[in-house]
């Protein structure tokens, strides 16, 4: 039987920890993490959180990128101090221009081969576009994500966008419309193949009948494309960043002498 590890999304915890005294918040800290890896199973975990949000590739790309969210780091005084000690005390893993959301893709990729993974989330891109086996730590309810729910995701948030991430999509399209385009053409007896061919085919077609310029549509295509899918293997990285990411070894929570 393989070993469990928790790949965890660790910017929620972040944040859900910091309170109003700096030892309540590193209490609350030291109690978030064992009880994910108690309700999981896992003995071993990774710990992922995103870059500063101007430094985001995606920021290079579409400039409102995530440009409407609260600055909540005036809210939490006690921000700075959690997060120096998820990578002090838990060896969180941050990557300048990466968000916590596109390592937690790699490492659920990377890390599927020797172990058995479960990602941890609460946030939505990463439990609906990941798939397999999720925690959700907010709500402490499981949920399994199929290849076909992933891949539909991706292209719905192509058509329609996503506002809390100020991405656009097609304009004038919502979720019931771009659920009707994307499944436009598609048969219960298509292979899988075929039919992710075509949810490619239907999404490009809708932003050429709305952009009728094909360069302006292969443009605006590609840009919601970038913004929306999490990068899983290295060559993505490269080809976004400049460089291949190399993940550890996961850590136990517990050295081996105790």
Known sequence: MKERVAVIDADSIAYFSSKDTLEESLANLDKFIPLILNRTKCS?????????VKEYFRKKIFEGYKSKRPKTQMILKYLNEVKATMFEKYH????????????VALAAKQYSGEYTVVVCSPDK????????????????????????????FIW?????????DGIVGIPGVGPVKA?????????????NETKYKK???????????????????IFEFQKNF?????LRDKE?????????IILPEPFSLYSEEE
């Open 179 to 191: 659920l009707q385009i994307l499944h436009n053409g598609v048969s219960e007896n298509d292979t």
């Open 92 to 103: 969180a893993i941050t990557i300048v221009g990466v968000e916590a959301d596109d390592l």
């Open 236 to 244: 993505e990285y490269k080809a976004e960043i400049g460089y291949e």
């Open 44 to 52: 071993k975990y990774v710990l992922f959180l995103s870059a500063r």
């Open 226 to 230: 970038r913004l929306v899918y999490l």
């Open 156 to 164: 719905l948030q192509c058509l329609h966008g996503d506002a809390t």
């Open 199 to 217: 949810f490619q085919i239907n999404v490009f077609d809708a932003y050429l009948a709305h952009y009728k310029r094909m360069h302006t549509a």
């Open 125 to 152: 891109d990463v439990l609906k576009t990941i798939p397999g086996r999720h925690f959700n730590y907010r709500t402490h309810k499981f949920i399994d994500t199929t290849m076909d729910e992933a891949i539909e």
